[in-house]
Each structure stands twice: as C-alpha cells, then as structure tokens.
C-alpha cells in the first residue's frame, strides 16, 4: 500500500504532527509511507524511521502552476490513500485531481466533497492539545482501513532521531563559532517569525543571558531563522555578556542538531521550542498570547502568566503586553537554573 501524508505550513506544527506519522507506520507496517512536504521540513525528517520517502515542493507566485506540478508528480506515483494534516482547499484539491483512491481529511474550508472519507471537526479541537487532531485522522484510517482503533488509545510519541554524524557535525559548528563544549551550554530563541506579541522583551532576554553566564558559568548562544536576526542583534547589544549569534547562520536541520548538543533551550512560543523537545533537549517556553494547552512543546517546561486577556491569539498586543511583562528575567533565571541542575 502506497500512502501519502501532506505535511502541515509551519515548524511547530511539523513537530506536532509525528505522533500521527509515528502512529500511521505502526498500524501500517508494511506500507510505503512518502510525506508531501514544503522544502524546509526535509531538516527535520531526514533521519525520521517511519517515513520510506520525503517529496519536496517550493511555493512561486502561481498557485495554479503549483497545484498542477504537485498533483502531475502525484499521479504519477499512483498512491493508494492520502492522508491530509492541512485544513486547506488546495490540499484537498490536489488529492483528488492526482485520482487517489482514498482521500482523507478534515471536513473544513469547503472541500468536503473533495474527500472520499471527509472526517468531522472533534468537539474537543480547542481544549486538547493539538497532537491529538493530528492523531485522531490518522485514528479514522484505521478505522475505515482496517476496522480497528488502537490509535487514540496510546500515549503521544513525539520523539526525532538525529543521526551521529550531524550531531559530530553540530558540535564543529558550536566549536566554530566560539562555544566551549566542556560548559553547560544554554540556547536562546528570541525570537518569533509570526507574531511579535509572542515575543519576551530583548531586554528581558539580555538579563537572563548575562545571568546564566556569570551566576551559571554557561555559554549561551541565540539560535533562529534569518527574519528574527534583527531581535537577536537587539538581545545582543543590551547584554554586558555578548551571547555568541547563531540566528540565520544554519538551516533547520543544522538547528536541529544544534539544538540536540544543547543543555537548555528557553525560548518564546516557536517552532525550534517544539525540535528541541523532540530531540530531547530539556525546554523551557515562556508562554503569552498563544495557549499552551494546545500548543505546549510535548515534555517541556513553561512559564506562563494567566491574565485575564490571555490566550488572545492577536499577532500584536493592543494595551500593554502584559502576559510578557509580568514575566521578569529572575523568574525565568531562577526556572532555568533548576532544570540545569536537575540535568
């Protein structure tokens, strides 16, 4: 049986979605699993043991040539059934125009006549946590596949392997770039590529750094995507400490196993909160506007202030940011410090 997975648009999303993956290799062992996936994702699924296959596609400014040179390369490889992570019309879409037999996906954005077995919304979407939505459509295969339910009845595995050579070749990069190996060493990701109301303040972020270098002897380096280059260089001006930047200088499979050699990462509500978890690095995610009982980091610690505004959701804060700003840099110190010591 050939089955094919469309991934999900963002990082943490991406992250969220391996229990289901790990759950579909389970209940098809034999199965030739290939996930359709956006070009960045190939860096966190490399090394993955329960896919047989990663097939790639960039966006351009046609969506129309898009879909068709997805749903050509689709047909073409003659799957069986698809399994749609995305809410979208265009996933739905293509699936059908590349005459899979099986097409299965939420029953959202219109396109329920698009699917063959069109799965209804969970009541409980918005007070689970989101692994669960992933995992519940793959919960409908089995049933509709195969006539069992085991799925739903097993603990979440959100665990990635990253292979010994990137983890050798991760530490070359820390090495490179100033990192002593012998310290503990603390990653920071300030920063947040779709929302600046998830962000703690830079100035909170420059304390906690100078703090975890003076009082917890630890090297300390900022790590994220190219567009959050501008608030690491912000954390660094304000520290008395200067953290070593790594932000924008390695892809995400790099930060991935960078983030695998790590002994801590704090960071905003991102998508490498939810890598670094996944690879088994201690976590600690200072939460705000966004809600971490969906969206929490499986087997990660948080800080979060429950104001009466939040989660809001908004990508801005329109009054004072107060889920953030309660949140001082001792607090998160303090957090920090116990969990390096409990390492």
């Keep these: 049986m050939k089955i094919v997975v469309r991934g999900t648009n963002w990082i943490g999303d991406a992250v969220m979605q391996i229990p289901a993956l790990r759950e579909l290799r389970r209940v098809f062992p034999a199965a030739h699993i290939t996930l359709h996936t956006r070009s960045w994702a190939r860096g966190i699924f490399e090394d993955a043991d ?14 129309i040539k898009d879909a068709l040179a997805q749903t050509k390369i689709l047909r073409e490889r003659k799957f069986d059934a698809a399994v749609l992570f995305p809410n979208s019309f265009e996933s739905a879409l293509i699936a059908k125009l590349a005459s899979i037999p099986k097409r299965f996906g939420y029953a959202k954005d219109a396109r329920g006549f698009l699917l063959t077995d069109a799965v209804k919304i969970p009541e409980w979407k918005t007070a689970r946590h989101e692994v669960f939505y992933y995992l519940n459509l793959v919960a409908e295969v089995e049933k509709k596949i195969l006539g069992a ?6 603990a979440p595995t959100i665990d990635l392997e990253v292979s010994g050579d990137r983890q050798t070749q991760a530490r070359r990069i820390l090495t490179q770039n100033g990192v002593d190996t012998s310290r503990k060493t603390v990653a920071l990701g300030v920063g947040s590529t779709n929302s600046r109301a998830k962000r703690w303040s830079a100035q909170s972020y420059a304390e906690l750094n100078d703090r975890l270098q003076n009082e917890s002897n630890a090297d300390v380096i900022l790590v994220g995507a190219t567009d959050e280059l501008k608030v690491s260089n912000e954390v660094y001006e304000r520290s008395k400490n200067k953290p070593i930047i790594l932000t924008g200088k390695t892809d995400l499979a790099e930060a991935m196993a960078i983030l695998s050699q790590v002994d801590l990462l704090v960071s905003n509500d991102m998508g490498l909160a939810h890598v670094a978890s ?12 966004t809600n971490p009982l969906t969206t929490q980091p499986l087997n990660s610690e948080i800080i979060y202030k429950n104001v009466e505004c939040s989660p809001c959701m908004l990508r801005d804060c329109p009054i004072d940011h107060r889920c953030m700003t309660w949140i001082s840099a001792a607090e998160v110190y303090e957090k920090s410090k116990l969990i390096l010591a409990a390492k």
Excluded at 149 to 154: D, F, M, N, S
Excluded at 278 to 289: E, Q, R
Aim: charged share 25%; net charge neutral.
């Design 50 to 63: 329960f896919l047989n296959e990663i097939l790639t596609f960039e966006r351009t400014e046609s969506k």
């Design 149 to 154: 339910e085991t799925v739903l009845a097993r």
């Design 278 to 289: 996944a690879v088994g690095t201690k976590t600690l995610v200072i939460f705000g506007p």
